[in-house]
DNA sequence: GTCAATGCAAACTTTTTGCAACTCC
DNA sequence: GGAGTTGCAAAAAGTTTGCATTGAC
């Protein structure tokens, strides 16, 4: 089930590319960044301190489009701010995405499956299921807006 | 049910706040905008034009604060790039932003009530249901993908 | 006459791009 | 050795902020 960093390794030398310091840490990152959501930013911070010196923001980017070319990444929005990235490995649940703490909840697909199976029945509109993220406020932060 | 230009222009006076010609002009904009989905630069273009001179950025994002601060107004977010505002008054549909195209389908409440309730009875999740938008692809963009 | 609102410029965040230097295969 | 990668710097888009000036009430 683990995705492994090796198979990253391993699909890039399949697709002709090059195995680098910097990507070989990227790979490592997102391969066991399963249940979190890490931006650019993080994954940047974490690569650096597995590959022991700096790398550039850019490089973060266009490795990060190259896994995503490959189909072993999403990048979702959950809100404002940083974008983040996920593996297409995961897509048996979606995001609840709190606006006032920045915490994700993960729910199982079936909650979903029925409302994206009408959606597609009645307007032939296919939701981009890893793309999909619905913004809200989860319990703690409605307890706490509504008894100060 | 159209929201008038007056209104906004009334709810500015009743919080203590000053009628300006810029503003006059956003209130206009947004009152006569019912079914779309406008962006700051939107809105500033439009706003140039009723007032007959140049409106700085920066004021009609302030602007667009107050009105979202005085319950009018939320901004969403479809998909890549700039956010659009929408009356608070319109909440009886949602948007699906197709990815492709760029285009948004209005969607009648109806079809994510259910799962808003079992989100809200679950998880305790509460949905921002003006935050929120369903990215994916249209009828059109889907056939044209599998049909080149 | 005050104080809020404006315009301007500058900063900000996130992401992209051009290009010379580097290094993996 | 040659093509793919990197880092750097600069640019892009969208938005926010500080501050002096303007203008509404």
Redesign the pocket.
Known sequence: MHLEADVLVSA??S?????????RA?CEVIATSHAEHL???DIQARAETL?G??????????????FQSLGYLH?V?LG?????VHLTDETDHHHLACESCGQTLDVPLDEFQPLFDRLARTYGFVVDRAHFAVVGRCRACEQTENSP
Chains 1, 2 share one sequence.
């Open positions: 890039l030398q697709a002709g590319m090059r195995v680098t310091t910097a990507r990227i931006t650019a930013a590959a010196g700096s790398i550039d923001p850019s490089t973060v980017y266009r490795t990060l489009d190259v990048h929005h404002h701010g940083a974008g983040v």
